[in-house]
């Protein structure tokens, strides 16, 4: 019986030699993992000896050899092949284990791009889809993860080919990550913009969930190894374990609170749409506004600062139930308070990522570029021109509405939320909704602005905004009833701005 074993890391891998060598296997090594065996007592025969020619070109041909790779791929139920290997002089290998070059930790190394194309291996995914190929024969090992049950197993000869199989879906998986994150690191290297006929994506695992967005579901979180910031990197400092649905809650609160990157500010998001958001002249004095928009709403919700949470509002924070806190610093103290809540998540954000947004269908994924976009002109559209403080409201209106499930619908003055009217399947009922929570919370939309993300069918918002003391409106524009929309503002004397940027949300 032989074993190839050609590995970059080296450390631990004697312990699983010494176990095969136990077990009678002949182990055959590339000349850095042959030297590193023998350094630590055990026999083995160089690869480049075996095939009768060196290891060549610095490397990059060592295995890539018949002799090999026909004792890897041989099946011995075949007649033919074991006449063919036995006239060769051909070894049958039984079990291959390697570890590749580390392309993927070298590429976040700033090397020169002919320094970094070196660490693509080539040799070492060769012999592991070989093994992976002939896993009715052969085993195949790429994670140390497995050693311990394999030799297990082997010892007590129980290895059956189920478990070959299972080891041989590990390998083509890793093979297919590894040529994914070369593929996307050239695509980066050289900034093609191209979706190519195939789209791999690298995904790495992170973190497996308690369950998914229900408990009957199950949940997990991958991570993108080009990214080392964005919601799925960032840190757990306490609480209990985050889930599914925190983290795409967490991911909208970054979001929108990053909007706002010259105010101390606040926002509260529930079932992944905000429903209170606030700048305010310190982040408690954010907070409590951006609570005030729909308190009940704000029970239970992901809050997320766009600065260091200091003690005062780390009180203020624990006096209620929340899920998660998510800002990108806390003060020592800060976290003392919060400590008290042992459920309470307290997250730190390294900022955010952007790469692609994919939603899923049945047989097919959607893929789109993520909406980084805020409007393409604002144009007052109106007789009447916004006054500074409206004009001020609107685009904060605006930049909140983005992230609101459409129809969206925002009520906003003084820099903080009023209302808010998310997910109906008209755009009429957004604004209703949004105009009876405001008043319900005590607000006087007088002087109030309105944001809506997608342009107003009919004149019928506008009128129902009028009435409830709304001043000015900002919405993408473009409807074949514009001239109607216009004339009702004008009429109520309203100023409107067009943004020519729509902010859907499904
Ligand atoms: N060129 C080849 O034929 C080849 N065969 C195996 N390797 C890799 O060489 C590494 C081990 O080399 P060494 O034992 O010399 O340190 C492993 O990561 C293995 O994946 C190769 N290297 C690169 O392609």
New binding site residues.
Partial sequence: MRAV??????EGVEKLAKALQRLGYEIL????????LREHGIQTEE?AKVTGFP?I?N???????PVIHGGILYRDWIDKDREEIEELGIIPVDIVV????PFEEMMKENLEEEELMEF?????????RAAAKNYFRVIVLVDPEDYGWVIDKLEKGELERKDRAYLAWKAFSHTAYYDSVISNALKRLFKIEEEGKELSLPMKLGTRLRYGENPHQRGILYHNPFEDIGIAKSQVLQGKEMSFNNYLDADSAVRIVLEFPNDPACVIVKHNNPCGVATGSDLKDAFLKARETDPESAFGGIVAFNNTVNKELAEELTSMFLEVVIAPAYEEEALEVLSKKKNLRVIKFLGMSYSYDIKKVSGGFLLQDEDRELYDTLQVVTERKPTEGEFNDLIFAWKVCKYVKSNAVVIARGGRSLGIGSGQVSRVDSLRCAIEKAVRHGFDLKGAVLASEAFFPFRDSIDIAAEAGITAVIQPGGSIRDDEVLSAANEHGMSMVFTKMRHFRH
């Fill in positions: 074993i050609s590995v970059y890391r080296k090594s590339t000349g850095g993992t042959a030297k590193y690869i290891e070109l490397g990059r041909v060592k295995t890539l050899h390697v570890n590749l070059y693509i291996d080539i040799g070492g995914p060769s012999l592991i």
